[in-house]
C-alpha cells in the first residue's frame, strides 16, 4: 500500500496521506515520497493542490519509530532538509493549496497544513503543535506559519501550552478558514470549484507577490530549526519525551 498516493481530475490534484493506521504518522519513506509527489504537482497543469489523510486524522505528526531510530545528525539533517524543500514548494507554489482536516492534526502535521492557502477543517478536528512534549521545536516551517496567521506573541504560547484547540477556536485564532460540520475533503472540494471560477491569474499574481516577499524569512527560519532541531534532539528533555510517550505516562523535564 502506497504511504502517501496522488490523484487528478477536472484540474484538481489530491495528495492523501495513507497511514490510517497510524493516524498518517510522517516516517521518512512518507516524507520522501510526500516531497516527490508536491514536485510532481508543481510540474502539472492543475490549478488546485488538496491535501488531505485517509481515516479518522489528517495527520498525528512526526513517526516515533521514526525518531527512535535515527541514529546519526547526518541522518537527522537529511530529514530537516526534506521538510525544507516540502515547506518551501508549498509556500511557493502556483496553485491554490487547500489542505482538509478531518480528525486530528498535530506537530509536523500541522506545520504541514499550515503551509496552504485554505485550511477547511471539520468542526470536530483538533489542532495542536505539541512538539515541546518531546522536547523539541516545531519545524516544517510551524514557526514562520504560525507567526504569518497569529503573530509571533500567540504563536509562541500557542507552541509552549500544548494545546489542542477544537476547528471553531482555531479559526477564531485564525489557524483555520472554515470549519464545517461534513467531510472536511467535501468542503474543500466545494472552495476548489469556486477557486476555478475565479480570475486564477489574478489571484495566483497576487499570492506569488506575497509569498516571494516573505520566502526569504521563511528559508532563515526553516534553516534556524533546523539547527535548534538537531540541538534538541540531544538533550535529556527530548529523550524523557520520547521515552514518557512510548510508556504513555506524563514526562518529567528537567531543562536539560
Request: net charge negative.
Amino acid at each position: 500500500m502506497e504511504k502517501v498516493t496522488l490523484t487528478s481530475e477536472n484540474g484538481i490534484s489530491t495528495i492523501m496521506l495513507n497511514r490510517p493506521e497510524s493516524y498518517n504518522a510522517l516516517d521518512y519513506e512518507t516524507l520522501t515520497k510526500l516531497e516527490e509527489l508536491i514536485i510532481e504537482v508543481e510540474k502539472n497543469d492543475d490549478k488546485i493542490l488538496m491535501l488531505t489523510g485517509a481515516g479518522k486524522a489528517f495527520c498525528a505528526g512526526g513517526d516515533i519509530n521514526m525518531m527512535t531510530e535515527v541514529a546519526t545528525e547526518e541522518q537527522f539533517a537529511g530529514i530537516m532538509d526534506t521538510l525544507t524543500t516540502i515547506a518551501t514548494k508549498l509556500y511557493t507554489l502556483p496553485k491554490i493549496v487547500i489542505t482538509a482536516v478531518n480528525g486530528s492534526v498535530a506537530g509536523l502535521g500541522l506545520s504541514i497544513a499550515l503551509a496552504s492557502d485554505y485550511i477547511v477543517a471539520n468542526e470536530e478536528a483538533k489542532l495542536g503543535m505539541l512538539f515541546a512534549g518531546i522536547g523539541l521545536v516545531p519545524d516544517g516551517g510551524g514557526h514562520f506559519f504560525l507567526q504569518e496567521r497569529m503573530g509571533a506573541h500567540n504563536a509562541k504560547q500557542f507552541i509552549w501550552n500544548l494545546e489542542q484547540v477544537k476547528a471553531g477556536q482555531a479559526q477564531k485564532m485564525g489557524l483555520v478558514d472554515v470549519v464545517t460540520d461534513e467531510k472536511a475533503e467535501d468542503a474543500a472540494l466545494e472552495m476548489a470549484q469556486k477557486v476555478q471560477m475565479s480570475p486564477f491569474q489574478a489571484i495566483i499574481r497576487s499570492k506569488m507577490i506575497l509569498h516571494e516577499a516573505n520566502l526569504p524569512v521563511l528559508k532563515e527560519i526553516l534553516a534556524n530549526e533546523k539547527v535548534g532541531q538537531i540541538a534538541m534532539s540531544q538533550t535529556a528533555d527530548h529523550k524523557e519525551g520520547i521515552t514518557a510517550f512510548l510508556e504513555k505516562r506524563f514526562p518529567i523535564f528537567t531543562g536539560k
